[in-house]
């Protein structure tokens, strides 16, 4: 069975571009998670969809957005990039149901210049 | 919501030395409790998991008890490798929403 898989696996991007993450869940998981992990920093929630909505959104600013298609996929889209926005982007995804763990992706590695 | 406080890092340890690192939440409810761990260059995986009070997960010589009086889960391990340097997770899950909330994590690096 497929894993999630992330695309692209690095992105380089300059400053003031738009960066569009995607996210493939596990057959069967209706919730993606989104993080960003910085460089030496733990991993800050961004967001997470269920069924097609958006559930819950962490502490950052509107620029980043995203959404999740009606196969589960998702799209995580960041604008006006900074360079503090470089960092590892993580994708999750699970079955929204008690005592199930999430399972994550090998991750985005997004490089603002 | 729920949060976590985790252990703050970095932990250097030698090989077969005793490992704990502490955690503790607050939560509405009666949340699962996770610890992941992220090997050097990977994405998280599941370590172990307790669903409810007194449960002890286990798994490659790790443990941690569901401890709810004192809202902790705090990971242990007997004798640590060089193959357990990564960065552990604590996460609980809420029982509400499902929603998993991460620890900042605590990077460990076990010298031979």
């Known amino acids: 069975e497929a894993g999630v898989t992330q695309s692209p696996t690095h992105l380089i991007k300059t400053r003031g571009q738009q960066a569009t993450l995607r996210c493939s869940p596990i057959?069967?998981?209706?919730?993606v998670y989104w993080y960003q992990q910085a460089l030496g920093l733990g991993l800050q929630f961004l967001l997470w969809?269920?069924?097609?909505?958006?559930?819950n959104r962490g502490n950052f600013p509107p620029r980043f957005s995203g959404r999740q298609f009606p196969n589960y996929s998702s799209e995580l889209n960041v604008n006006a990039l900074e360079l503090e926005d470089s960092a590892l982007y993580l994708c999750?995804?699970?079955?929204?149901?008690?005592?199930?763990?999430?399972?994550f992706g090998q991750g985005t590695r997004l490089t603002v210049v | 919501g729920n949060s976590v406080t985790q252990m703050e890092g970095p932990v250097t340890l030698s090989e077969e030395a005793f490992l704990t690192i502490n955690c503790t939440y607050t939560?509405?409810?009666?949340?699962?409790l996770f610890w992941y761990v992220q090997y050097p260059g990977e994405g998280l995986q599941l370590l172990l998991k307790?669903?409810?009070?007194?449960d002890k997960g286990s798994n490659k010589g790790f443990e941690a008890t569901y401890r709810k009086e004192t809202t902790s889960f705090h990971l242990e391990k007997g004798s640590v490798q060089v193959s357990d340097s990564a960065v552990y997770f604590c996460?609980?899950?809420?029982?509400?929403?499902?929603?998993?909330?991460f620890g900042k994590g605590t990077l460990l690096t076990v010298n031979p």
């Open positions: 999750a995804s699970s079955w929204a149901s008690r005592n199930t763990e999430a399972f």
């Open positions: 307790a669903t409810k009070a007194d």
């Open positions: 939560a509405t409810g009666y949340p699962s």
């Open positions: 969809y269920d069924e097609g909505e958006e559930r």
């Open positions: 057959s069967g998981h209706t919730s």
């Open positions: 996460a609980p899950q809420s029982s509400s929403n499902y929603k998993l909330t």
